[in-house]
């Protein structure tokens, strides 16, 4: 049984950071490309990041971008996201998905394993 679990949440102020964690179980981690989401109250989910099998390609949201980092342990199957400079804006329940492919374009990845979520508040 594949299991995504995320963990690394909490309440941080303003331009603080957080670095959230996506354990893996259940699949061959290295064989996965992972993605993380975010849903907002009332908001749709939005991509926030992506990270290829080796962890040599990656791609990020605009609004994240130079904030945010995306990285990978593959021995311990493992998806970091590094979280800096954060706003009340990133507010949200960030999820951790896998997807057997990785394109740039994180509409054509097939996410099809998702995690429960782990919720990011911002102060401001």
């Known amino acids: 049984q594949v299991q995504l679990v995320e963990s690394g949440g909490g309440l941080v102020q303003a331009g603080g950071s957080l670095r959230l964690s996506c354990a893996a179980s259940?699949?061959?981690?290295?064989?996965?490309?992972v993605g993380w989401f975010r849903q907002a109250p009332g908001k749709e989910r939005e991509f926030v990041a992506a990270?290829?099998?080796?962890?040599?390609?990656?791609n990020y949201a605009d609004s994240v971008k130079g904030r945010f980092t995306i990285s990978r342990d593959n021995t311990k199957s493992t998806v970091y996201l590094q979280m800096n400079s954060l706003k009340p804006e990133d507010t949200a329940l960030y999820y951790c998905?896998?997807?057997?492919?990785?394109?740039?374009?994180?509409?054509?990845?097939?996410?099809?394993?998702w995690g429960q979520g782990t919720q990011v508040t911002v102060s401001s």
């Open positions: 259940g699949l061959t981690f290295s064989s996965y490309a």
């Open positions: 998905a896998a997807s057997p492919v990785y394109y740039t374009d994180p509409r054509r990845m097939d996410f099809r394993f």
């Open positions: 990270i290829a099998w080796s962890g040599g390609l990656t």
